[in-house]
């Protein structure tokens, strides 16, 4: 179906519905001039937002609406995980091609609230356009914390170690095989892993809840860059150093099994390869202990230090600089 026979308002119907299961926090919702929220009087307020553009952020020919729906919930809800906070609310503006049919746009919200759903997360508004060409997708989300449990990247300190949640590199092999896919045979499950990862990326927020909660960490991010950018912005923001070990790098199993097919090594995808979403943070050494016992996946990678010098140090001690090479949207421009 065309989405000029739904029009504008049989669509915001349509979203207004599948948002319908609302929380007591939600004084007024969908379908007024502006959404009202409670939030306690103790919480700070958290706000993030996150723009989506095809053809710089998403590939239609390889990306299902679904998954972009998804996706452009996961990497907002990703951005209050990685502050530790806890995502109660969020808007999306669309910028809709007359070449998109409402089943696509319907299969959008469907995956953009199977992520909302998970988390708890109510839909409150929005905006939609008709955009002459591409695609666009805007996502707004607001988040609680308690002030004393709020982690910017500011933190860091000399001596601090640096830790990563889950597995690094999936991602952009996931992106690579996805790209490549044309001249390539069925998928196998290693592939279909990394795809995945890619294209239904899991936002950590009841790991970013829990880091925050223990109290541990000084500084934390959201590795949307890669890795060496991610921990440039955590190193310029606090005023240090940092030195990586890069046998410690966590690759999984299906990074190791892409390597020939890739032509790339787990190392090169761990260190410069984005989006994998995953915590980086940093906390000074005599909590690892307690970190382990809070129930997420962690790998100790490296260790702040006061020289402001970005390093990879391997195990026979020989240096070499690290270079932040992750994406940058002006770079190239
Ligand atoms: P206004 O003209 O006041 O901006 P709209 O007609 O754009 O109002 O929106 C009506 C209601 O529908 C508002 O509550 C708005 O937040 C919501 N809304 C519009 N588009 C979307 C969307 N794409 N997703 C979620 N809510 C939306
Ligand atoms: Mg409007």
Not at 5 to 17: A, M, P, R
Not at 250 to 279: F, I, N, V, W
Not at 292 to 311: A, C, M, Y
Request: proline residues 5%.
């Amino acid at each position: 179906m065309k989405l000029s026979s739904l029009g504008e308002f049989g669509l915001i119907d349509f979203i207004q519905k599948l948002a319908a299961r609302q929380s007591p926090s939600v004084m007024i919702g969908i379908g007024d001039d502006a959404a009202a929220l409670k939030i306690a009087t103790s919480s700070i307020l958290l706000a993030t937002t996150d723009m989506l553009l095809e053809d710089v952020h998403f590939d239609l020919s390889f990306t299902d609406y679904y998954s972009l729906g998804w996706k452009s919930a996961a990497v907002n809800l990703s951005d209050i995980a990685a502050m530790g906070g806890i995502p109660r609310f969020c808007l999306t503006s669309l910028g809709i091609p007359s070449s998109v049919s409402v089943e696509q746009i319907k299969d959008f919200y469907r995956g953009f609230s199977a992520v909302l759903r998970i988390h708890r997360v109510v839909l409150v508004g929005g905006d939609t356009c008709l955009s002459r060409e591409k695609l666009v997708v805007n996502v707004v989300v607001l988040g609680e914390s308690k002030k004393i449990q709020i982690i910017a990247r500011t933190g860091a300190e000399p001596g601090d170690g640096i830790f990563v949640t889950g597995t690094l590199g999936d991602s952009a092999a996931g992106l690579d095989l996805l790209r490549t896919r044309a001249n390539s045979r069925k998928q196998g499950p290693w592939e279909k892993k990394l795809t995945e990862k890619h294209l239904r990326p899991t936002p950590r927020v009841e790991w970013g809840i829990k880091i925050a909660r223990s109290r541990c960490a000084h500084a934390m991010i959201d590795t949307s860059d890669g890795l060496s950018s991610d921990l440039a912005h955590i190193c310029e923001k606090s005023g240090v150093g940092a030195q990586i070990y890069p046998e410690d790098l966590p690759c999984s199993r299906a990074l190791h099994l892409a390597e020939d097919r890739l032509g790339k090594s787990p190392t090169q995808y761990a260190l410069s390869g984005g989006e994998d979403y995953e915590l980086l943070f940093t906390a000074p050494p005599r909590y690892r202990e307690k970190l382990k016992t809070l129930g997420v996946p962690l790998s100790e990678i490296g260790e702040i230090t006061r020289s402001k010098k970005l390093l990879l140090v391997d195990r026979s001690g020989i240096k070499r600089p690290l270079v932040p090479n992750g994406y940058d949207h002006f770079a190239r421009s």
